[in-house]
């Protein structure tokens, strides 16, 4: 999917109509937002929103909603949730925000599961719980687009990656026994649960470079193959080295994916890639011997 091909939301979208009064007060807003100044009714909230993940999105699961209001007024969110037909449940953020006319704000949210297969591609649409002049709010449904194209690539991504682990349980672990110096064991621990995939590779990180056991030669993948017989995926630990990237403190206090990675499979027949993260403590122990193997 090409990442520009959607543009962003061209005209305001003016909600005037099939709106509900929430009948609820905000949560400490901005004293500023709830005077008079502050949207009469929901025919004066004017807004624009789309979606888009940032660099640190995809390690936290999360998502930015980012709002611009078009008003005149100042406005005060103080509930915000995607909804869409292809989320399990909406996603949500319970967070008081004031946007000034004229402004944007990007408000981070953590994505919920997709509902797989998903109903639909369309981006979601935002729902805006906001206060109006008189302290009762009002919520407003603004569709949004898709900044980066980035919304279909993510639910196609969550899909395949529900048909994966419907099949296997994969995850990392840090083999402390095979470190030596500059490398770094790991392990990649397989528990099948159904026919139909395959192993095909695993790829290096921004963090840790992979190294071939064979005769120690650095390498962008390591293939798999093997790991899969006739009957299936058998319960494995497949050792893997691992070396650091490159060897600076700051490479590591900013490292946002550099224990996320991503695993080329085929789900009956079907190539794609997953990404395998490693849990908190074998991010940590990877960590440390990164720090050791670096001499930090």
Same mark, same amino acid.
């Given at each position: ?29 901005d ?8 949207p ?12 888009y ?6 390690a ?50 953590? $994505?919920t ?13 935002? $729902? $805006?719980?906001?206060?109006?002049a008189d302290g ?7 569709p ?12 196609a ?14 995850a ?35 963090l ?15 293939? $798999? ?8 995926l ?13 060897c ?49």
């Amino acid at each position: 999917m090409s990442l520009g091909r959607r543009s962003p939301l061209a005209a305001v979208v003016v909600l005037a109509t099939a709106v509900s009064v929430a009948g609820c007060s905000a949560d400490a807003p901005d004293p500023s937002t709830t005077s008079a100044t502050a949207p009469a009714s929901t025919a004066e909230v004017v807004v624009a929103a789309d979606v888009y993940r940032s660099r640190i999105d995809p390690a936290r699961g999360g998502i930015q909603l980012s709002v611009r209001n078009d008003g005149a007024a100042p406005l005060t969110i103080v509930h915000a949730a995607l909804d869409s037909p292809a989320l399990e449940t909406p996603v949500e953020r319970d967070r008081t925000t004031a946007i000034a006319p004229g402004q944007t704000r990007d408000l981070a949210m953590t $994505l919920t599961s997709a509902a797989c297969p998903a109903a639909s591609e369309a981006p979601p649409d935002a $729902l $805006l719980t906001v206060v109006l002049a008189d302290g009762n709010s009002a919520e407003v449904r603004v569709p949004t687009t898709d900044r980066l194209g980035q919304w279909a690539d993510w639910l196609a991504a969550e899909c395949f990656a529900a048909a994966v682990a419907e099949r296997a349980a994969i995850a990392m672990r840090h083999d402390p026994a095979r470190d030596d110096g500059a490398l770094v064991g790991l392990l990649l621990d397989v528990a099948p649960r159904a026919a139909g995939l395959e192993l095909v590779a695993l790829h290096d990180t921004v963090l840790f470079g992979l190294v071939r056991a064979a005769d120690g030669g650095r390498a962008t993948s390591v293939a $798999l193959a093997g790991a899969s017989g006739a009957d299936g995926l058998a319960p494995a630990s497949i050792p893997l080295l691992l070396t650091p990237a490159r060897c600076d403190a700051h490479a590591l206090a900013d490292d946002k994916q550099g224990t996320l990675f991503r695993l080329d499979v085929r789900v009956d027949g079907e190539p794609g890639t997953v990404t395998i993260a490693a849990d908190a403590a074998t991010r940590a122990a990877l960590y440390d011997a990164f720090t050791r193997a670096c001499g930090l």
